[in-house]
């Protein structure tokens, strides 16, 4: 995550209507405020982080991708982890257990990104390497 330096990032508020809590894009990250609100703080610090991993890695300025998004998850893990955060990258990886138990290991928010599983098994290999 070096490569974002001591840049400032702009945040910037997004619509109701998105189902997304947070994104990143080349003008910097948007957050949805209401969905923000409902999360637990481990789920807010893992969302931001995933989306500097974007930015981090210049993923903005191409289309998403399977790839990408478990490269920003791993980039989010690294980073919360050299932060000091890794109790919130190990409650989410219990969040994602969590979902996979509910709803099967196939599931997955969107076409674009991965399975809760193999987010869950990225995330796990990523914090056994941290």
């Given at each position: 995550?070096?490569?974002?330096?001591?840049?400032?990032i702009p945040v910037y508020r997004f619509s109701k209507s998105e189902t997304s809590p947070a994104r990143a894009s080349i003008d910097g990250i948007w957050i949805n405020e209401?969905?923000?609100a409902g999360y637990?703080?481990?789920?807010?610090?893992?969302y931001l982080a995933h989306e500097l991993g974007h930015l981090a890695r210049g993923h903005c300025r191409y289309s998403p991708s399977l790839a990408r998004e478990l490269e920003a998850d791993v980039a989010a893990a690294h980073l919360l982890c050299s932060k000091g955060y890794r109790w919130a990258v190990e409650q989410y990886i219990q969040h994602l257990d969590n979902v996979v138990s509910c709803?099967?290991?196939?599931?997955?928010?969107d076409e674009i990104h991965p399975t809760f599983?193999?987010?869950?098994?990225?995330?796990?290999?990523?914090?056994a390497g941290a």
């Open positions: 995550m070096s490569s974002l330096g001591a840049r400032d209401e969905m923000f637990a703080e481990f789920q807010k610090l893992y709803y099967g290991p196939h599931a997955r928010a599983l193999q987010q869950r098994d990225c995330l796990a290999q990523a914090l």
